[in-house]
């Protein structure tokens, strides 16, 4: 169990990887879009479509790590004023709530990306350059981050409950499969 | 059920479910999903995935990842120190300096960094330690820090400001404008009640640990002027429309990027590539709640809701302050649970043609939704700051940081009134350099 946890986590982590890689090259190619329109004076054309999908991609395959290091905004005003008990029972359930809306839209989402092939999205001029990639990004992000939430569940589970730490230094926490901490401290 | 029923219900079930913890994004969109396959089964879920992941496709929100990319690489340096270091050396002569320099570093920093969270943690790290310790009382100080963080969303670049922009279909550029004023009015609105209470308290303010020489007072400066040049020049490149956000974002972004490194040493790749990671997880945070929201938003509408309450609205004839107190109200509420995208996006859409019906201004109006929803930074259930706040003094109760700030939540109630008094605040200087809009 404990292998898998860790597995699920290190897959997490190199999603968010991936996405800085993404944010990465929107920034190289919203620099070479301001270089051709400014200083080379060529008129813009596939690139800032290409980089509203690198954007949307970026959301949805960064989304595992963000979850791993607890940077999805939420509510914990409740779960701060249960113990320990009360913490892992409502931990477990917004655990599963979550996983429900992540398997419900990564279900849609292949029947989206079924419709797209099947109505062929390269031989069409239309859909553009680069528009798989959104469509490819939705199923597997919100696919892991449901992975990373059966994840939780296991470890809310087997007793060990992921850190809600967030480092003031602004570094992800490395501790997010890290052991339990004890009573009601407040991070 | 009519739709207005349905749309008390789905409220409800939303509050309910944040309250258990579960993220503001997949709250609104797993609330959205469950009220669509309740009511229509599962032909209500053909477009969910479409209306999802079609919620990002618009160039301008390229401009979120880059203004946060250029935020987290100001943030994770000494920038904010050096700010209020700066600050510092330039006030230490004044009664109550040292918290006028706090909430003055939140100000600027606000221009560097276009969320609230990240404002409150940049200065409040060294800032809120250094107010305790130099006996401001605990309350003041822990209010001064989250209130001043809150302007992070309001003084530009800000996130709300791009997202409310998109969504009402008016220029970006224009409306950081509009929220320049009215962050240095809530600046100064701060100001005043920290001054008054920190003094009210003691009888006399918390003293410099020392004094500064005039070269000291210099020195400092050209650590921070180039940050300063960063926020002045994406202004102007918005002002004059030389350049689209998203693109000023670029530039501001790798300009900050290659001043960090130039400025603090941080040119490794290893510290470039954590300010990217870092970058990517808020990012990715706040982009995945803008998708929900729309998701919620098209349910809202796909049942009526939205159309039954906008007619409700319209029906119940509201003109001037009364108008404004209803939607006040409203966006009291709904910042209380939910983070200000995620409401700007939901409400925009039906606030907006019954706001510019009644004759007010969009961009005066935008100024006033971010102002109110500056608010839900500081208030539980939500409340992001006063957990930041939390956090950078664990020792202090969640009761003290509440009741510190308190009475900045009635500086920002104070602030609404102002601009509802005198719009100019908000107008007068897009209205001055980019002449009345149309």
Redesign the interface.
């Known amino acids: 169990m404990t292998v898998l946890i860790h597995l699920i986590t290190a897959l997490s982590k190199f999603c968010g990887g991936v996405a800085a890689a993404l944010v990465l090259a929107v920034l190289i190619l919203v620099c070479d879009i301001v270089v051709l329109r400014y200083l080379v004076g060529l008129p813009v054309t596939w690139q800032a479509e290409l980089v509203t999908y690198l954007m949307i991609a970026l959301t949805f395959i960064a989304s595992p790590y963000v979850l791993v290091t607890r940077g999805h905004v939420n509510m914990d005003v409740l779960p701060r004023a249960l113990g320990r008990a009360g913490r892992i029972v409502l931990g477990v359930l917004a655990a599963v709530i979550s996983m429900g809306f992540c398997l419900g839209i990564a279900w849609a989402s292949l029947g989206l990306l079924r419709e797209a092939v099947s109505e062929g999205w390269r031989s069409d001029m239309v859909w553009g350059i680069g528009l798989w990639i959104p469509y490819v990004a939705l199923p597997v992000g919100i696919g892991l981050l449901a992975l990373q939430y059966l994840a939780d569940i296991l470890g809310y589970v087997s007793g060990r409950e992921p850190s809600v730490d967030f480092d003031l230094e602004g570094e992800p926490s490395p501790d997010a499969d890290g052991p339990a901490e004890g009573g009601g401290a407040a991070p | 059920m009519t739709p207005l029923e349905l749309g008390a219900a789905v409220a409800l079930a939303t509050i309910l479910?944040?309250?258990?913890?579960?993220?503001?994004?997949?709250?609104l969109?797993?609330v959205a999903?469950a009220a669509l396959?309740w009511f229509e089964g599962a032909d209500g879920?053909d477009r969910?995935?479409?209306t999802?992941?079609w919620a990002?496709?618009?160039?301008a929100?390229?401009a979120?990842?880059?203004f946060v990319?250029m935020g987290?690489a100001a943030?994770?340096s000494p920038a904010a120190g050096d700010l209020r270091e700066l600050l510092k050396r330039w006030l230490h002569k004044m009664p109550g300096g040292l918290i006028v320099a706090n909430l003055g570093a939140s100000m600027l920093f606000s221009g560097l960094s276009s969320t609230g969270s990240a404002t409150c943690?940049a200065v409040g790290?060294d800032g809120l330690p250094e107010l305790r310790e130099r006996r401001y009382p605990d309350g003041v100080a822990a209010g001064a820090i989250a209130a001043g963080g809150t302007l992070g969303i309001l003084i530009p670049p800000s996130l709300t400001m791009i997202v409310y922009g998109i969504a009402a279909d008016l220029d970006i550029g224009r409306l950081f404008l509009a929220g320049l004023l009215p962050g240095v009015m809530l600046t100064g609105l701060f100001v005043a009640w920290s001054l008054m209470a920190a003094r009210r308290w003691r009888g006399r303010y918390g003293d410099f640990a020392r004094g500064y020489s005039k070269d000291e007072r210099w020195a400092i400066l050209p650590k921070v002027l180039p940050f300063m040049a960063i926020i002045a020049g994406v202004l102007y490149a918005l002002w004059t429309g030389?350049?689209r956000p998203?693109?000023a974002?670029?530039?501001a972004?790798?300009v900050c990027l290659i001043f960090v490194a130039l400025i603090y040493g941080m040119w490794r790749a290893t510290a470039q590539?954590?300010i990217?990671?870092?970058?990517?997880?808020?990012?990715?945070?706040v982009?995945?709640?803008i998708?929900a929201a729309a998701l919620f938003g098209h349910m809202l509408a796909h049942f009526g809701v939205t159309q039954a309450v906008e007619r409700t609205v319209f029906d119940l004839d509201l003109r001037g302050w009364e108008l404004m107190l209803a939607i006040n109200l409203y966006l009291l509420i709904a910042g209380l649970?939910l983070?200000a995208v995620a409401v700007i996006l939901m409400s925009v859409p039906v606030l907006v043609p019954i706001v510019t019906g009644a004759g007010f201004d969009p961009y005066w109006f935008a100024v006033v939704m971010t102002v109110n929803l500056q608010i839900g930074l500081i208030t539980?259930?939500?409340g992001?700051n006063l957990?930041i706040v939390?956090?950078?003094a664990?020792d202090m109760p969640?009761r003290a940081i509440l009741k510190g700030a308190l009475p900045f939540i009635l500086c920002i109630a104070y602030g609404i009134v102002a601009l509802y008094f005198y719009p100019e605040i908000a107008t007068w200087l897009p209205d001055r350099l980019m002449g009345p809009h149309a």
Do not use: N
């Open positions: 479910v944040l309250l258990l913890g579960v993220p503001v994004a997949f709250a969109g797993g999903i396959a879920l969910v995935a479409d999802f992941l990002l496709e618009d160039t929100l390229v979120v990842p880059l990319l987290v943030s994770l943690m790290r030389i350049a998203f693109e974002a670029a530039v972004a790798v590539w954590r990217l990671r870092e970058a990517t997880r808020e990012a990715a945070a982009l995945i709640v998708a649970f983070p539980p259930p939500l992001l957990y939390q956090a950078l664990p969640l």
